[in-house]
């Protein structure tokens, strides 16, 4: 499968395949934050999902695919840290503000910081028409900020240190996903990248996790916990694996933009599984943020 996968690089069925990856990518972010919505700590469920990362990633880093590369070191440790610093960013900022806030928020900010660094990494450029769908997708994504932030009830003593770290959180997503783009490209084999990171990425989370857990007065039974995180890992390995992957088949920035669609998807699972009122002016936004992705993808 590698051997068909790196094939395709530079090819119009790259391409293609990019675009399916990054939308199911998307997808799959959607469901991953629905799995973490307002039930559970961020920090417990952030951590119950590393821990089942670790135990995932493992016996495929250790025994299936191709040991990495010298030189691929010190990317998985670059990797780590920046995903690591991403993973508290979030955390925290989940944690001093509602979720239908902070997350747009985020969603919003990675793909602007991220189509810059496509441009400075690997000199990627957008067309006018491009740079005209990525105003309208982010026009919708603040816009769907600012109507859960006026029309929600929300803590307004810590939203300003909230959209802060929503704000950090976003130039972060933007960091991993070049950093990630130009690691993945620089193995042979796409899949030892994937397992490695996985496995290396999941190892801090856990103690963190189990150091507040200790630390509660009225801690979360493990048992659910721990269902949780499993369910959340499986998504997580297809959700980033698949926009890593988007990346390495063809252009960084149009993959994250297009990933960027996740907020529509949040929106339906909201709607459809949440039982939650998205009413016609979040329609309305969401049609803008589905059509700065068309326009995207069909300006290139």
């Known amino acids: 499968m590698s051997d068909w996968l790196v094939a395709l690089e530079g090819t119009p069925g790259g391409h293609h395949l990019a675009l399916a990856l990054a939308l199911l990518a998307a997808l799959l972010h959607a469901v991953f934050g629905a799995l973490q919505k307002g039930r559970v ?3 417990l469920a952030r951590g119950a999902i590393d821990a089942w990362l670790v135990v995932l990633a493992a016996p495929l880093a250790l025994f299936v695919v191709p040991w990495p590369e010298p ?19 979030q955390a925290s900022a989940y944690t001093r503000g509602a979720y239908t806030v902070v997350y747009p928020v985020v969603r919003g900010t990675g793909p602007l910081f991220a189509v810059i660094g496509a441009y400075l990494i690997f000199g990627e450029v957008f067309t006018l028409t491009q740079w005209a769908g990525v105003g309208v997708l982010l026009l919708g994504i ?38 990630d783009a130009y690691a993945i490209r620089a193995t042979a ?3 030892t990248f994937l397992a490695w990171f996985f496995m290396f990425e999941g190892m801090t ?9 200790r630390r509660m007065r009225d801690g979360p039974a493990l048992r659910p916990l721990v269902a ?6 499986i998504v997580a390995l297809f959700s980033f ?7 390495r088949l063809d252009k960084v920035g149009e993959a994250a933009v297009l990933r960027e669609t996740s907020v529509v998807f949040a929106a339906l699972i909201g709607w459809l599984a949440l039982r939650e009122t998205v009413g016609p002016r979040r329609i309305a936004l969401m049609v803008l943020i589905a059509l700065g992705a068309v326009i995207v993808e069909m300006g290139g």
């Open 228 to 233: 949780r995180g499993l369910i959340g890992a």
């Open 189 to 191: 084999d796409p899949f």
């Open 241 to 247: 694996g698949s926009i890593m992957l988007a990346t």
């Open 71 to 89: 030189h691929m070191w010190p990317l998985f440790a670059g990797a780590v840290v920046i995903h690591v610093i991403y993973k508290l960013l």
């Open 41 to 43: 700590d961020p920090w």
């Open 205 to 213: 989370m856990p103690w963190i996790a189990l150091w507040r857990w």
């Open 142 to 179: 603040f816009g769907l900020a600012a109507y859960n932030l006026i029309f929600l009830v929300v803590d307004r003593e810590t939203l300003p240190a909230a959209l802060a770290l929503a704000v950090a959180t976003g130039l972060l997503v933007a960091l991993y996903t070049t950093y």
